[in-house]
């Protein structure tokens, strides 16, 4: 194999995005061959021995795509210095496993997790704007002047939130349901974009990133992302991504694939009945 960048491979090998690897050879953890690397080196996978704080990568040729419906009170990391649950603990398959973007430790919902270094870098990185959509239980009801302030953006820790779509799903007995579909991802937005509007969030739950959805999984599980959904996800990186064909470990569907039972995060405590989403409804714009 030619050369390339130790960022790129360390990507390409699960260890984060690139802007995340050049934070290991900044921070000098890698070394190659038994010498430091400086950031912009380059090194061959195949004959060099590259190792970061002194275990060595290992190139897999298997691309992994999964989806995980991520429980409340786990964190969106692969380790964490507190000792809480992450992502990661949910899922018992060997190797590198990065997740894709961040959901907060009080909400729940889609996490997708890859070893694939430049798909998890093109959805994460701003302005690629991919789509998250979220449903969200909140107290009051918000007049139409406060979503129109909302869909257009306000102003937040000194910076203007981009416009997203806001729609009210159903409302009744002091508490608003809204589907939210924006492509910012600042630290707690929408709960704190609510809070300043006067609405505090009581639920939150993440259904979709980009073109894959949430679909059955039930909280703590997961599964392996269908062939089709890969393709979806390479296509996001560039129209001739979706002409390559990585050795890929795929489920067998979108929907019914899950993992093992030990897999499953902790019993997950009930919600209370008011938080729960309504079985059926019209959507309404305000």
């Known amino acids: 194999m030619t050369e390339e960048r130790i ?11 690139r802007r995340a690897c050049e934070e290991y050879l900044t921070e000098q953890r890698v070394t190659v061959n038994g010498k430091v690397a400086e950031l912009g080196a380059k ?3 195949v004959r060099d021995v590259i190792k970061v704080d002194g275990k060595r990568v290992h190139f897999e040729s298997n691309r992994i795509y999964l989806a995980l419906n991520k429980p409340i009170g786990v964190v969106t990391t692969n380790s964490d210095e507190f000792g809480r649950q992450t992502v990661r603990d949910l899922i018992p398959i060997e190797g590198h496993l990065y997740p894709v ?3 907060d430790a009080d909400s729940e919902g889609l996490v997708l997790l890859t070893n694939d270094g430049d798909l998890a870098n093109a959805l994460t990185h701003p302005r690629y704007e991919h789509e998250k959509e979220y449903r969200v239980l909140v107290e009051g009801e918000p007049s139409a002047g406060t979503l129109k302030a909302w869909r257009h953006g306000v102003l937040l820790e000194g910076q ?3 416009p997203a779509r806001v729609d009210v799903v159903d409302a009744g007995r002091g508490q608003t349901w809204l589907r939210i579909i924006m492509h910012e991802g600042r630290k707690r937005q929408i709960r704190e974009v609510a809070g300043m509007l006067g609405h505090r969030v009581k639920y939150l739950q993440r259904v979709r990133v980009g073109p894959i959805r949430l679909t059955t999984l039930k909280v703590g599980e997961w599964r392996h992302l269908s062939a089709s959904e890969i393709k979806l996800l390479l296509g996001l990186i560039a129209p001739s991504a979706t002409k390559r064909s990585p050795n890929t470990r795929t489920g067998r569907g979108t929907t019914g694939v899950r993992g093992p039972r030990e897999a499953r995060g902790a019993k997950n405590p009930k919600r209370p009945s008011s938080t729960r989403p309504p079985r059926t409804s019209r959507s309404r714009s305000r």
């Open 7 to 17: 960022q790129k491979l360390l990507a390409q090998a699960g260890y984060g995005s």
């Open 43 to 45: 090194a061959d996978p």
């Open 101 to 103: 973007g961040r959901l």
């Open 160 to 162: 203007q939130t981009a």
